[in-house]
Structure formats: C-alpha cells, structure tokens
C-alpha cells in the first residue's frame, strides 16, 4: 500500500478548511484528486466520500461539545439527504464506468462547483444587505444568546434530499451547497451554529453516500488512507479555531477556487481559464468595493476598525458578521 506524502499535505490545508467553515471538502478534494493526482472522476468520488465520513465526525464533535449544533434541523435534513444520497449512487451505478460516464460526471462536478461559488457570493452580498439593514434599523436586533429557530420542515428535508442527490453523485454540496441554503432558511441562526449544524448533518449523509460507493462505485483504499491521514487532523485544528479566527478572507479564497477549479472541469482552455481568473481577481474586488461603499459601509475595513466598529455596530447583531462577513 503506497501513500502519497504530496497528498497527505494538500489534503491537511483542505481539511483544515472544512473545520474552519463547514465547506469546501468535496468542493476542493475532488477536484484536486481530478486536475491534479490524475484520479478517474468516479474513482475521485469514491475515495473522498470514504475519507469524509471519518473526516465530517472529527469537526462536528468540536461544535457537539461547544452547543453550536442545532439537532432539529439536522434531524429533518438527513430525512430527506440519506435516502437521496443512496439514490445518487444508484444512479451512477445504472449509469456504468465508461469513458463517457467518467466525463459526465467531470461536468457534473463543474457545475456543482461553479454553483457553490456563485452561492458563495450569493451569501457574501445578503450578509452585507442585512447588516447594513440592521445598521439602519431597518430589521429587528437579534438576541445575544444562543437564537432558538422554528424549524421549517418541508423546505428542510427538500434542501436534505437535493443535496444527499448531488453528494451521492459528485461528493460536492455537503456543506458548500447545504449550509448556503441553510443561512437563506433561518437567517437568525449563528455564524458558529451554521457551521456547527451542517458539519453535524453531514455526517450521517456523507456516511450514506461513502457505504453506497464502497459497494457500488470505484472505492481505493490506499487512496483513501492517504486522504484520511492529512484531512483528518486538519479538520480538527480548523474545528477548534473556527470560533476564533475570521473566515472571511477564507471563503473569499474559496470562492476563486471553486470557480477556477469549475472551469476546467468544464473542459475551459488552460489559457481562457488563465484570462477569466485575471478578470475576475480585477474586477471582483473592485465590483466589491463599489457594492459596500453603496450600502454606506468602507471600501476596506482595516484590522483596528474590525476591533472597533465593525464589533459594537454589527458583530452584535448579525449572525457571523463582523470581519467573518467582510
């Protein structure tokens, strides 16, 4: 049994990242295992649901033990994902192994990716809109202790079933997908608790999802063994530094990500994809700027003014907000 010590460290900086906001496992591992190990896609698929489902259990306990974990929302999620995520298993299976599978799969991975981006953005733009509404007193204040939320039941167990469909097929959407809709259905829920839940409800979806493909898909154990030895503790180190360190500037980096590993997938030229990417990092920024300065807030917050202002004026009042949310 080879493992690949290269590996083994790409995939501590990518646990290290789901610990820290609950994203980004499936979203970053797969294809990374796809662009730049050479793993067949379903194969990819695979071996990163089986290191997630030892993976997801290592965060979520540390949310378990600080009470971020919301168990009536992760309830009514995993009636809907556990089901579906077997179902996309099986729909792979019906589908086979061939050339053309593969590359199915490859773009469906693409789209799931350039989705959770754009979700990511999404996501970035309504915190900014609440906090400026609450600035103005535009919405109620939020309680300072921990907000009890009335679960919504239907939409719930719909978000669990789209997503346990989309992890059993691509391994992507766990927590990039899930926890985008998540903040959209009970915005008065914590920074931490978003994360805290998603992590939790993950857990028995990607469990789902990883016992599916051991039996039906193109499962690898030296493959998976070297996932587990660098995602697992660096789940755990982001877990407990989760409530600590900002996030933002990691769901920026995210966000590029995503969308740069997107286009490949999609089959983009290295040189399109180069010229994109450029675009995006001049523009965005800019573009982002432009949008705070609209809604009466600085174009950049400095570290001082995250400690002052942004601290008495919203971290108070918005879940997650304050330097996580900039």
């Known amino acids: 049994m080879n493992i690949d010590w290269v590996l083994v460290l790409a995939t501590f900086g990518i646990g290290i990242v789901v610990g820290l906001t609950g994203m980004g496992g499936g979203a970053l591992m797969t294809p990374a295992l796809v662009l730049f190990f ?6 990819a698929v695979s071996s ?15 949310h378990l033990r600080r009470g971020t974990v919301n168990l009536s929302l992760v309830k009514w999620l995993c009636v809907g994902s556990v089901p579906a995520a077997f179902c996309g298993v099986l729909v792979l299976r019906a589908l086979g192994d061939g050339e053309a599978v593969q590359q199915g799969i490859q773009t469906a991975l693409g789209i799931a990716l350039l989705v959770s981006a754009a979700g990511l953005t999404v996501r970035a733009y309504l915190r900014l809109l609440e906090r400026a509404r609450r600035r103005d007193g535009g919405a109620e204040r939020l309680p300072q202790d921990r ?13 669990g079933m789209v997503g346990g469909f989309v992890v059993g097929m691509t391994s992507v959407g766990s927590g990039s997908l899930i926890i985008i809709a998540l903040m959209a259905l009970y915005p008065a829920l914590k920074a931490s608790q978003l994360v805290g839940t998603d992590l939790a409800q993950a857990v028995p979806l990607v469990f ?16 998976t063994l070297s996932l587990l030895l660098g995602c ?42 180069g010229i994109i990417l ?18 009466g807030f600085p174009a950049l ?18 879940p997650g907000s304050g330097p996580d949310d900039d």
């Open 38 to 43: 050479g793993i067949p896609p379903l194969t």
């Open 48 to 62: 990163d649901l089986v290191a997630s489902a030892v993976m997801k259990p290592v965060g979520s306990f540390v």
């Open 147 to 159: 907000p009890e939320v009335a679960v919504r039941v239907v939409p719930t167990v719909l978000v």
């Open 208 to 223: 789902a999802a990883a016992l599916g493909h051991i039996f039906f898909g193109d499962f690898r154990i030296d493959l």
């Open 232 to 273: 697992v503790p660096g789940a755990w180190l982001g877990a407990r530094i989760s409530s600590r360190a900002s996030g933002g500037f990691v769901r920026r980096v995210l966000a590029f990500v995503l969308f740069a590993s997107s286009l490949k997938l999609l089959g983009v030229s290295t040189t399109t994809t």
């Open 278 to 295: 450029c675009v995006a990092l001049l523009v965005g920024p800019l573009a982002w700027f432009a949008i705070r300065r609209h809604h």
């Open 301 to 318: 917050v400095h570290g001082r003014d995250r400690g002052t202002r942004d601290r008495g004026l919203v971290s108070s009042t918005v």
